[in-house]
């Protein structure tokens, strides 16, 4: 199956979690939040590419965002770039790329994840992915990948699986950040995995899905012209902003399971960062020059190298500076942030989102 397999790189997101670092016009995916000289969508082809050859793996993304996917992708066939006219979350996209591939390759299957993950065991991913094109039986099921949970996060989506002897396994529940309670319980019971939204099926079996569970959307795709610019306008603007899990995943069956024992983590926003980076004896996570006093357990983030920052009788908070917006928040707040990024907006400061 491996042969007939077409990835589809989502990075149409705005990324606001990440702001002031991340803004409308640079949103995370086009970001080196890492400090590894890559952008975190420039990793994701980097991964994609150790399975798939170039010419069989495509790129979605918000045309605004144009000029970013070509000075990052300088040689990406702008064929395989699906521009998106408007934002309209996961659902949209996913059916645009498969009624755009479906008609020039009937018998493809498609690899679908986000543009904003990070996987340091690249190896053991790229091995389960092929074991599941290799295994797995496509005529009817769309396979998702979960990891095993670490901790109970409520900032992820849990799914809940039939215990089999077998790689690909029934999912029976979906939930979607739970609170703290009952991830802990989630993670007592077992067969709960955190969910990576990443998801592999059919082109055939994704359209049905949609055809089934999100009529609404699947209508105004059907029958267009998906490469004629003014017909996909015309369909973005109708079509309802909703994510594939809520749209289709939620409510498709059969629907199956393969467990990840690799690393993993969703970037969502600074305290993802804050986990997977390095830190020092008090907790500290660094990406600038800085001197502290009594600071423990705070991400300190600069743009600026040549800037130091002294900090002192800080405990668990999130500093990020930029050349025109400083962000001081308590970790425990951050999700606020998408609220302070929309009071920015609507207040007069849109300048600096």
Same mark, same amino acid.
């Given at each position: ?10 990075? #149409? ?20 939040? =890492? ?7 420039? $990793? ?7 399975? =798939?050859? /170039? ?9 605004? @965002? ?56 690249? !190896? ?27 901790? /109970? @996060? ?24 739970? $609170? ?9 019971? #077992? ?9 592999? &099926? ?10 089934? @569970? ?7 795709? &059907? ?35 393969? !467990? ?16 997977? $980076?390095? @830190?020092?004896?008090?907790?500290? $996570? ?8 009594? %600071?423990?357990?705070?991400? =300190? ?37 998408? !609220?302070? %990024? ?10 600096? %989102?």
């Amino acid at each position: 199956m491996i042969a007939q397999t077409h990835a589809v790189i989502l990075a #149409g997101g705005s990324g606001t979690r990440f702001w002031p670092l991340s803004r409308a016009s640079r949103p995370k995916q086009f970001l080196d939040v =890492l400090g590894t000289k890559k952008s975190l969508l420039q $990793s994701t082809v980097e991964r994609v590419s150790l399975l =798939l050859p /170039p010419e069989r793996i495509w790129l979605s993304a918000y045309r605004m @965002h144009q000029a970013l996917v070509e000075s990052q992708l300088g040689d990406f066939p702008p064929h395989r770039c699906l521009y998106e006219p408007l934002q309209r979350n996961t659902a949209p996209s996913i059916l645009w790329a498969t009624e755009v591939i479906a008609r020039q390759y009937p018998d493809a299957i498609l690899w679908i994840m986000p543009a904003d993950h990070f996987i340091p065991d690249v !190896e053991a991913f790229v091995q389960l992915v092929r074991s599941v094109l290799e295994t797995c039986d496509f005529s009817e099921a769309i396979y998702t990948i979960g990891i095993r949970p670490r901790y /109970p @996060h409520t900032g992820y989506g849990y799914i809940q699986f039939i215990p089999k002897p077998t790689l690909c396994k029934p999912v029976k529940t979906f939930t979607e950040k739970p $609170s703290k309670e009952l991830a802990e319980l989630f993670i007592q019971s #077992g067969d709960f995995l955190w969910n990576s939204g990443i998801f592999i &099926a059919h082109v055939s079996v994704l359209r049905r899905s949609f055809s089934q @569970h999100a009529p609404e959307i699947y209508e105004l795709f &059907a029958d267009i012209d998906v490469s004629d610019p003014e017909a996909v306008l015309k369909a973005f603007q109708q079509v309802p902003a909703i994510s594939f899990d809520y749209a289709v995943m939620e409510k498709y069956t059969p629907v199956a399971v393969v !467990e990840g024992n690799f690393r993993w983590w969703d970037l969502g926003g600074w305290n993802a960062l804050y986990e997977v $980076s390095a @830190h020092d004896p008090n907790g500290n $996570s660094l990406f600038t020059k800085a001197f502290l006093g009594s %600071v423990k357990n705070c991400l =300190l983030v600069s743009s600026e190298p040549k800037k130091v920052i002294v900090v002192d009788g800080l405990s668990d908070y999130l500093v990020v500076d930029t050349p025109d917006a400083l962000l001081i928040l308590p970790r425990a707040q951050e999700q606020t942030l998408r !609220e302070w %990024v929309q009071r920015l907006r609507t207040e007069g400061g849109s300048e600096y %989102v």
